[in-house]
């Protein structure tokens, strides 16, 4: 086994295919994932207006007039 992997030559051994398959999935989940924390972030970011307008004047805002 340690004679086969002397014997080849690390100019030529490339990652190939599987390689690059393996990057452009992995790129896809980053952005999936990206995608996905940009939404919650902007959730979060509205629910914490209406608790702050809740604490200011005491009273729900009706869920009709929220954005």
Do not use: H, Y
């Not at 690390?10 to 393996?22: A, D």
């Not at 452009?24 to 608790?51: T, Y």
Request: charged share 25%.
């Amino acid at each position: 086994m340690m004679e086969m992997a002397l014997s080849l030559d690390p100019n030529q051994v490339s990652p190939g295919l599987l390689g690059f398959i393996i990057v452009c999935i992995l790129g896809v989940a980053v952005w999936l994932l990206c995608r996905n924390m940009g939404k919650r972030l902007i959730r979060l970011d509205a629910e914490r207006e209406v608790e702050q307008e809740v604490a200011e004047t005491g009273e729900a805002i009706p869920a009709q007039n929220r954005r």
